[in-house]
């Protein structure tokens, strides 16, 4: 059994610190630009209808308030084990083992997606192909990319990401020229009135609206990967803040702005569920050539978060491991000082996306999304709780206060944990996310006895890290 509990360690090799500010920026925005907006935001429509957008900007502003958070957090300590170690420093050993094993959770349940994701989008050329088979070669490929050099893996996600947003933006400059001024519409301007003209601006209610929340906190999975590079970000510094600041509004704009022109160009009731939005919109305004080159876009996208997803997890393991919360042999970095052992465990662990591709391809999904927003909730929360216990002890003067603050703690805290918890009720109202919380209700079962197996290894742990401030 591996032990647990103190985080003084002997002096190992760091890992590289190969990540430039425009890959920090870059991957933030590629790990939430994902499945989530380009396949999840169909069964999302078909839930809310045009109210989705309120959903995604209420999400959002959650979402920032957290990005602040850990931004002050990661310039107080930028280490690999980011929301691990700030938990197990301000909360308690038992958050940090917690938060750690149950983040790497998070991104398994998410590469899963993303693979899922890729097995749909190559059956739009092939659909005779098993909806397995691309997922497995999307997930060998993403692997084979993180062993090679933290740079790498930086160029890869910078280039994914930005198709995303290239083509992203020019959707909505293009969907803005029909519906103002009729471009390719034989010069009769489209209009907005597709937002409110079929049922009305909330055609299901309010309550389709919150049920929607599920899917859109899944599709904000990613963001706080800033955190996790901060172990290997040149200049943490000048590079976490602007990272911080910039991705967000970025985000909004995405999502917002993009899901505003596709039901505003499309009715949101003539959507298919279970296919991607904006292939359907670009068929729909008389492009059909450009839906094989938006479901390739869509098709990196799910590589980005892939690539993000292996990345993180293996960080992750690395992390826990060095902190003796995991086996030691996953600390093991390759000559390129990438964690070559806890990347390779994690991506082994993806295989059983693979697997369920093959079983239940229809409903994987929506079952690992379930899956992967619960994770990301405690993530997020957290966060928010190690960042009040970290402000209470800048007030004590017994650690030193970053410059970068949270805008309003603590009570923008309590409003971001209240959202979240609101969050996880919504659950419970439909039957697939229902299954998945039962199984993050026994993931936290799992862990707690985990972790009173890992503390007998050395006894009581030590409360906090014990290490410098590492800035």
Not at 64 to 78: C, D, H, Q
Not at 142 to 153: D, R, S, T
Not at 293 to 302: G, K, R, S, W, Y
Not at 407 to 417: F, H, K, R, Y
Request: net charge positive; charged share 10%; proline share 5%.
């Amino acid at each position: 059994m591996f032990k647990g509990g103190q985080r003084d360690m002997p002096e190992q090799p760091e890992l590289a610190r190969g990540l430039k500010e425009r890959h920090l920026q870059l991957i933030a925005l590629g790990g939430a630009i994902g499945v989530g907006l380009f396949l999840g935001s169909a069964r999302a429509i078909h839930l809310a209808g045009p109210a989705l957008t309120l959903s995604y900007l209420a999400g959002g502003l959650v979402i920032f308030l957290i990005m602040r958070a850990l931004g002050e957090l990661a310039l107080y300590k930028p280490v690999a084990g980011s929301f691990s170690t700030y938990a197990e420093e301000f909360v308690g050993p038992w958050a940090g083992f917690v938060t750690g094993w149950t983040y790497w959770f998070m991104w398994i349940t998410t590469a899963m997606a993303e693979i899922t994701a890729v097995g749909v989008y190559v059956r739009y050329w092939f659909p005779a192909v098993p909806q397995w088979v691309p997922a497995l070669i999307a997930l060998v490929l993403m692997y084979l990319v993180n062993l090679i050099a933290v740079g790498a893996y930086g160029e890869f996600e910078f280039w994914f990401a930005i198709i995303k947003v290239v083509t992203i933006v020019a959707m909505i400059v293009v969907g803005l020229s029909i519906i103002l001024f009729g471009a390719g519409n034989n010069g009769a301007p489209v209009g907005f009135s597709n937002l409110w003209t079929h049922g009305g601006f909330f055609p299901t209610g309010i309550v389709g609206a919150l049920l929607a929340l599920q899917m859109v906190m899944f599709a904000y999975n990613g963001v706080e990967l800033i955190g996790v590079t901060a172990g290997e970000a040149r200049d943490p510094a000048k590079t976490l803040p602007a990272a911080t600041n910039k991705v967000i509004w970025r985000i909004l704009i995405f999502y917002v702005g993009a899901l505003l022109i596709i039901m505003s160009l499309y009715p949101w009731n003539e959507l298919d569920a279970k296919n991607s939005p904006f292939v359907l919109t670009f068929q729909r305004i008389g492009f059909p050539a450009a839906a094989d080159a938006i479901n390739f876009v869509v098709l990196t996208a799910a590589l980005s978060s892939c690539n993000s997803g292996v990345f993180g997890t293996g960080r992750m393991l690395y992390s826990l491991a060095q902190h003796r919360q995991a086996p030691g042999f996953l600390q093991r970095l390759n000559g390129r000082r990438v964690p070559a052992a806890a990347v390779t465990a994690s991506a082994a662990v993806m295989l059983v996306g693979v697997a369920l591709n093959d079983v239940v391809p229809e409903r994987v999904f929506t079952y690992v999304t379930s899956l992967g927003a619960e994770a990301a909730i405690w993530t997020w929360g957290m966060i928010l709780v190690a960042h009040m216990g970290y402000r209470k002890r800048v007030a004590a003067g017994d650690v030193e206060g970053i410059a970068y603050r949270m805008p309003g703690s603590p009570v923008t805290n309590w409003i971001g944990l209240a959202f979240l918890a609101f969050v996880v009720i919504l659950l419970l109202f439909d039957p697939d996310t229902r299954v998945a919380l039962y199984v993050a209700l026994g993931w936290f079962a799992l862990l707690a006895i985990a972790y009173r197996f890992a503390r007998r290894g050395v006894g009581s742990p030590a409360q906090g890290s014990g290490r410098p401030a590492g800035r």
